[in-house]
């Protein structure tokens, strides 16, 4: 059995301008030890998917309307808040993308550690006080026992987000979710915390979801990759099958969005890169059609695609899509995509 | 792109030894200068008329600084700027605000460089305004036909910033940088903030646009592959100073300077084979950084 399994999951957010649905029918399931990259633009629901998880989120507005959320087993969106506080750290857990806000700037890093493991077991003030040490010569704290001391302010942001994953993993946690980690630090910080991350998933056996926007990210994190347009999931497979032979066209068209940084010169300087035109649906009143039609070059008018959403489906063994359009299905030469 | 020369190399926009301290205080009621911040600390490089200079660096390097200084928003505690064969460091108050006819700016955040309390028209119109430039009557034709230019429904001059997307603001930020007709625009960051898909959009436009005036670009970003896509060379800045610089080219495939190579090291790409293959090469670069005796990275 999936350590996760997240089943047809609907969190809705009930608002005076009409019923936002954020997320709105997604599954997927991972395994002990494994990646999963959820990537999408703005606003497509990754985010909101990583609170429904932890159930964070804000009750009002928010409320899962359907759906479960396995963990083990157990369905997590059954639980009451008492039972969802022994399992959020102990079990789970979740750093977040701005370590300049995640943390408390009244109180010293030493506190904000030792006040998670104590939350969540018996251990004593000095022990808890050691274990902080040792997690903090574990994420790559220099000089950690001094530190402990130390108030937010007095650490760079790739060391606060060091001090989010410490507290993260104070607790041993089998799932650490962690949203855009990365996105507010600089390249070669960012290069330093995903192999951090990485090193602990592997030495700690954890299961990892990775939610962000930055498609290299992806490819160099994760096992399995989801991207999620509107609400839901649009295409599923292995970060390799999907980078090699990406199927929807939203997919598509993100990968040609980006700036190449390695390959031919003239051809980097000549070519343009393609920019999908319009923008994603209002998710008050999501059209009943396929939810990227409206922006994709394949849709047209005859296309029952343009009426009826296309369902999930696998085209190939682990590839799952959700398009009328995928590209081994197609048949002549590709449509130009038009700025 | 014509190759018109104004300055004494031949060069558009020509920095020398441009240095930007900011001074530390300590002292309360005595205030005295302590030691100082070199934000940009001897910088130097050349841009060609048509040509697109990338400066990249990360957050802290300077290149934001170095932006503000060339365009005299910020005045720079040493160094030479010249544009247009003039030398911008010592010119007057009045001289300079002709200056600015020629020289832009597009900024990063397009939430907060436009004036929520003004209409697209209005907007895009001030520089005009501010400059004297056409009648009324007239700058409501130009301001119509910029926004056509840029991509943008000319239908919606009266409305406000605030009803419009990332991309559609930054679309009228290029509008207003575009209204005086300048030889040089300073894109802050431009895309930054943008979606992907978004984000080619507006690269596409710039590119469209260079082509289409024969527009100077210094393109400042933290992102080495926007950077690629815009630039024809590359200057790459680390702590105030430029690193590295020539063509893109030669940047991207033989980097010489360390930080550079550690740099491109850490982008990851898409391409999951190929980011393998990086991520060794990145731990590398790393141990060999660790036994050079320099373990800043």
């Known amino acids: 059995m999936a350590l996760l399994e997240v089943n047809d999951l609907k969190t809705h957010f009930f608002t005076r301008e009409g019923v936002v649905q954020a997320v709105d029918g997604i599954s997927f399931s991972l395994e002990k030890g494994k990646t999963l990259g959820i990537v999408g633009e703005s606003g497509c629901g990754k985010s909101v998917t990583a609170l429904s998880i932890m159930g964070l989120i804000p009750k009002p507005p928010a409320k899962i309307v359907g759906g479960e959320v396995l963990f083990d087993g157990r369905d997590l969106t059954k639980l009451g808040e008492r039972e969802m506080q022994t399992v959020r750290g102990n079990q789970v857990a979740m750093i977040f993308q701005d370590p300049m806000t995640s943390l408390n700037p009244t109180l010293r890093i030493g506190t904000q550690i030792t006040e998670t493991i104590r939350t969540h077991t018996e251990m004593s003030k000095q022990d808890a006080r050691k274990r902080a040490i040792e997690l903090l010569e574990e994420v790559g704290i220099p000089r950690s026992a001094e530190r402990l001391d130390d108030y937010p302010h007095r650490f760079s942001g790739g060391m606060r987000q060091r001090v989010m994953i410490a507290i993260a993993l104070s607790c041993s946690p089998r799932l650490l979710i962690a949203d855009e980690p990365t996105t507010a630090l600089d390249v070669t910080i960012q290069a330093q915390i995903l192999d951090l991350l990485d090193e602990l998933r592997q030495e700690h056996d954890m299961a990892m979801i990775l939610i962000t926007h930055d498609m290299g990210v992806v490819a160099e994190v994760c096992d399995d990759v989801a991207i999620m347009y509107a609400g839901q999931i649009v295409e599923q497979a292995s970060g390799f099958e999907l980078f090699e032979k990406p199927e929807h066209p939203y997919t598509e068209a993100l990968l040609g969005a980006l700036p190449q940084l390695e390959g031919d010169e003239r051809e980097i300087r000549q070519s343009r890169l393609t920019a999908i035109p319009g923008r994603p649906p209002d998710l008050v009143n999501p059209p009943e059609a396929c939810r990227f039609a409206a922006r994709c070059p394949y849709a047209s008018y005859e296309d029952s695609c343009t009426e009826v959403e296309p369902q999930l489906r696998e085209i190939r063994a682990g590839h799952w899509v959700r398009t009328a359009h995928p590209t081994s299905e197609r048949s002549g030469e590709r449509e130009p995509v038009n700025a | ?297």
């Open chain 2, 1 to 297: 792109m014509s190759s018109e020369t104004s300055s004494s190399n031949g060069a558009l926009l020509s920095v020398t030894d441009l240095e930007k301290h900011f001074p530390i205080r300590k002292g309360l009621l005595v205030e005295r200068t302590v030691g100082a911040v070199k934000a940009v600390d001897g910088v130097s490089f050349d841009v060609a008329e048509g040509e697109t200079l990338g400066l990249v660096g990360e957050s802290g390097s300077g290149k934001s600084t170095t932006g503000y200084c060339i365009l005299q928003l910020m005045k720079q505690t040493g160094g030479s700027i010249q544009f247009m064969g003039k030398e911008l460091t010592t010119l007057g108050r009045e001289e300079l605000r002709r200056m600015r006819r020629e020289m832009q700016i597009v900024f990063q955040d397009p939430y907060a460089s436009l004036d929520p309390r003004m209409t697209v028209g209005g907007i895009v119109a001030e520089p005009l305004e501010v400059h004297g430039i056409g009648t009324r009557k007239s700058r409501t034709e130009t301001v119509r036909r910029l926004l056509d230019i840029v991509g943008f429904n000319p239908n919606f001059t009266n409305r406000y910033p605030h009803e419009f997307s990332g991309g559609q603001r930054q679309r009228i930020g290029v509008a207003r940088a575009l209204a005086l007709n300048p030889k040089l625009i300073v894109c802050d960051e431009p895309v930054s903030a943008l979606d992907v898909s978004i984000q080619a959009q507006i690269l596409n436009l710039l590119k469209d646009l260079q082509r289409d005036f024969g527009l100077t670009y210094l393109f400042i970003s933290h992102d080495l592959a926007v950077v690629r896509t815009m630039s024809d060379r590359i200057a790459v800045m680390n702590q105030g100073k430029l690193v590295e610089i020539g063509t893109a080219e030669q940047v991207y495939h033989e980097p010489k300077d360390e930080y550079t190579k550690a740099l491109f090291a850490a982008v990851p790409v898409p391409d999951p084979q190929r980011q393998r293959e990086r991520k060794a090469e990145r731990a590398r670069l790393r141990q060999e950084a660790r036994s050079g005796g320099n373990g800043s990275i």
